[in-house]
């Protein structure tokens, strides 16, 4: 990287089931306090009864949004996302009266939102017919009941809409969505704009809610975690007695620069990106995309970073407690970084969607200024077919100055971030 521009991280804000803010968020980690509580679904045509999901507590978006009036277009996601990005602005010291508005863009993961059950009930009743939903009505009586603005709220665009407008951000501005990969896609794409010299600060985030009730009833999951009454130990990455994941919500940003931006204002440098890199593999039966997309991933960024994996501190896993895929992340960490340790923060907080990434990259970033590595909570023994070094129990000590962040969907996708941490 030597020729390139170099960029660095200078802020971090999170949103999400174990706090809002470093904090809150530092704190739960440090406790070992999961986020993940039982939950009553209790909906037209399904069945209540407990299971599991990490919801965001005591979030209030008029305490960050800006002009409050904005709320009205804004989903939760959407609130989410922008109060995450207000954090990570703030944390990163930079003086919006000193911007230059043409060299600051946004990019933000995403994945479709769904709407609220509130929103349609009137406007369906007005369609319903002797007891049935009758479409050839909607047009007529319906839709006339439903806010002209809906869709606005729940375009996966929109995030990165509102908080470029927010900030008057008039650089490059995009949205990927890729599942839980989104957030790191969205850190790779906002990296390379830095390199390609198109914007001086980028502000990188992402957001997602599994836990909506009209998404719950649409795509209930089999791959959830049956521990119902212990919640806050169901989620066990490559644990020899895992059997799901948990869903939740939230949101994560970063503020990233050049190295010469960041420099030039004396800002605070938590960590500097060296290393990128993702693959899709088509998954196989019984497995097999996964491993392969995830070392390929993890090999790119290493190269990239010019280092090999007896330098990494850490990897930040994706570890999600389903069986297939942490068997496939555990044999790719194993074929390439066997003696790296290795923590996954879904433990904490379940899957967040498309904000998952960046909210467990945070706790490594924040970890750096405490010269702490979090550990997993829940698993007591790590499966004999994972064969990770799993940090439990107790924090780590950093001894190393580059760790890895790993994401991967169920579809074979997989990225890798490799990060070095800035100067104490």
């Keep these: 990287m030597s020729n390139q521009i170099r960029v660095v991280v200078t802020g971090v804000g999170v949103v999400s089931p ?79 009266a000193t911007l230059n508005v043409d060299r600051i863009g946004t990019v933000f993961g ?64 995009n949205t990927i969505t890729s599942e839980e990969n989104s957030g790191l896609m969205a850190l790779i794409e906002a990296a390379n704009v830095i390199r390609r010299g198109a914007a ?14 009209t ?14 009454d212990n919640p806050s130990t169901a989620l066990r990455p490559f644990a020899a007695d895992r059997d799901g994941t948990v869903e939740g919500e939230g949101a994560a940003a970063l503020v990233i620069e050049s190295l010469e931006h960041a420099q030039q204002r004396n800002a605070n440098i938590i960590a500097e990106f060296v290393g990128w890199g993702s693959s899709c593999v088509r998954p196989a039966q019984p497995y097999g995309g996964n491993r392969v997309a995830t070392m390929n991933s993890l090999r790119v960024a290493l190269d990239m970073a010019k280092i090999d994996a007896n330098q990494l501190d850490h990897i930040n896993a994706n570890g999600n407690g389903t069986q297939e895929e942490d068997l496939e992340e555990a044999q790719a960490i194993a074929a390439l970084a066997p003696a790296t340790p290795v923590t996954a923060f879904k433990s904490y907080f379940g899957s967040l969607g498309a904000a998952t990434g960046l909210a467990e990259l945070a706790g490594s970033l924040w970890g750096i200024k405490d010269n702490a590595v979090y550990p997993t909570l829940s698993t007591q023994q790590v499966d004999s077919a994972c064969p990770v070094k799993l940090i439990q129990g107790a924090i780590k000590p950093w001894t190393q100055d580059y760790f890895a962040k790993l994401s991967q969907t169920c579809y074979g996708q997989s990225a890798c971030v490799v990060l070095k941490k800035g100067p104490q």
């Design 18 to 96: 174990i706090g809002i803010g470093r904090d809150s968020f530092v704190e739960s980690l440090r406790q070992g306090r999961s986020g993940i509580t039982k939950w009553e679904l209790d909906a037209p045509g399904e069945q209540p009864g407990p299971f599991l999901v990490a919801r965001v507590n005591d979030f209030d978006g008029k305490n960050y949004i800006q002009p409050r009036k904005a709320i009205k277009l804004m989903s939760r996601e959407l609130q989410t996302a922008y109060a995450a990005s207000m954090l990570a602005f703030q944390e990163s010291g930079i003086d919006r």
């Design 215 to 228: 998404r719950l009833i649409y795509r209930r999951q089999e791959k959830i975690s049956k521990h119902v």
């Design 110 to 173: 995403s994945e479709m939102i769904y709407g609220d059950l509130e929103e349609y009930s009137d406007a369906i009743k007005r369609s319903v017919v002797d007891g049935s939903f009758t479409s050839g009505n909607w047009g007529s009586e319906g839709m006339r009941l439903m806010n002209p603005l809906w869709m606005l709220k729940y375009l996966p665009n929109m995030a990165a809409c509102h908080v470029g407008i927010a900030l008057d951000a008039r650089g490059p501005n």
């Design 200 to 213: 001086d600060i980028m502000v990188v985030g992402a957001t997602g809610n599994r836990v909506n009730t």
